[in-house]
């Protein structure tokens, strides 16, 4: 399974990598550092689930679900930030995601967020 990782912190990215290596699952990942690479990353590859942050330059994570959720209405997505207010957890949900995790992360919280996105 494909998993498109979207941050604009290189080490949050490796990070969740190695959670999700060791979550059992064999995923191949492509990643993007901002919203804009993360669009145009999913026309390019269709991945089976994107876990994108809110906060990047040039485009954040929330109109990065909004268009996605354009190009496809079944996109998989759990969005991701440091500042879990309820009002961004609205605004992910309303766009599009299917779940959302507060940093920094705790392993367990990401592998059941994942599984359960992807029905494994």
């Known amino acids: 399974m494909k998993v498109l990782l979207v941050d604009d912190a290189m080490s949050v990215r490796m990070s969740l990598r190695n959670i999700l290596d060791d979550s059992g699952c064999d995923f191949t990942y492509l990643e993007a550092s901002t919203g804009t690479e993360a669009v145009r990353e999913y026309k390019k590859s269709s991945p089976d689930l994107v876990i994108m942050d809110i906060l990047m330059p040039e485009m954040d994570g929330i109109t990065a679900v909004e268009k996605i959720m354009e190009e496809n209405s079944q996109a998989k997505i759990i969005m991701c930030s440091a500042n879990g207010n309820q009002k961004k957890v ?24 994942v599984k359960k996105a992807l029905e494994l």
Request: aromatic residues 8%; without cysteine.
């Open 90 to 113: 609205v605004q992910a949900v309303t766009a599009g995601a299917i779940d959302f995790i507060v940093k920094p992360y705790e392993a367990h919280k990401v592998i059941e967020s």
